[in-house]
């Protein structure tokens, strides 16, 4: 049993010590935070920018009556949040800024608090999986159907809702990350390096 653990292994190491396979990982990790990033970003500030602008036009209509608000503005600032939400989520895997619980585990040995956190993780990236399995079926569906939206009335549903599979694959990725570098971590700084997680989470709450 030893020696096919082993033998197992030996391709995840070669990985993990192979300066090209972590310059590949690299590359993808600044791409895929990147890309995280700049829509939740983006999102949140076209949300409020037509959420601003809607209010603003309602309240020159109720002076003006010709003036008319922004019929589109209420469905776009939604969709906008809601990629911003969930694309922000999976930027928060990466910086482990989720919130956790380590009362219990703390107080473990080393190697079961480590084996604990890497089950915790595997937990996380099957939910987040089917998530986002679960959303493609559902981009899938709506392409089916044929549903638009009903402020823009040529534009197909469908388009709104691929942030849901996108998102989660991304946050799956990140979560399978931890699990590998938790994999390589010395037991005895895994709950270390988790609190500090959390204490950062604090930190940017405050």
Not at 11 to 23: G, M
Not at 39 to 61: D, E, K, M
Not at 89 to 108: C, D, N, Q, T, W
């Amino acid at each position: 049993m030893k020696t096919l653990l082993l033998y197992l292994q030996k391709p995840f190491k070669w990985a993990h010590l192979s300066p090209s396979v972590n310059k590949i990982f690299s590359i993808l990790d600044v791409i895929i935070a990147g890309i995280n990033k700049n829509i939740a970003v983006f999102g949140l500030a076209v949300g409020v920018v037509i959420v601003a602008l809607n209010v603003t036009t309602r309240f020159i209509a109720s002076i003006y009556p010709e003036v008319h608000s922004l019929t589109w503005g209420e469905e776009l600032s939604s969709y906008c949040f809601i990629w911003s939400a969930l694309f922000g989520a999976a930027y928060g895997f990466r910086k482990g800024v989720h919130i956790s619980v380590m009362v219990l585990v703390e107080r473990f040995p080393p190697a079961l608090a480590k084996a604990c956190v890497i089950f915790s993780h595997i937990l996380s990236a099957v939910f987040l999986a089917f998530m986002a399995y679960a959303g493609f079926l559902t981009v899938e569906l709506y392409m089916d159907l044929v549903r638009y939206s009903e402020a823009f009335h040529n534009v197909p549903l469908w388009i709104f809702l691929v942030c849901l599979p996108l998102s989660f694959l991304g946050a799956t990725y990140r979560v399978i990350e931890k699990i590998y570098e938790v994999s390589w971590m010395e037991s005895s700084k895994v709950v270390k390096r988790t609190q500090d997680e959390i204490m950062h989470d604090v930190a940017v709450k405050e």
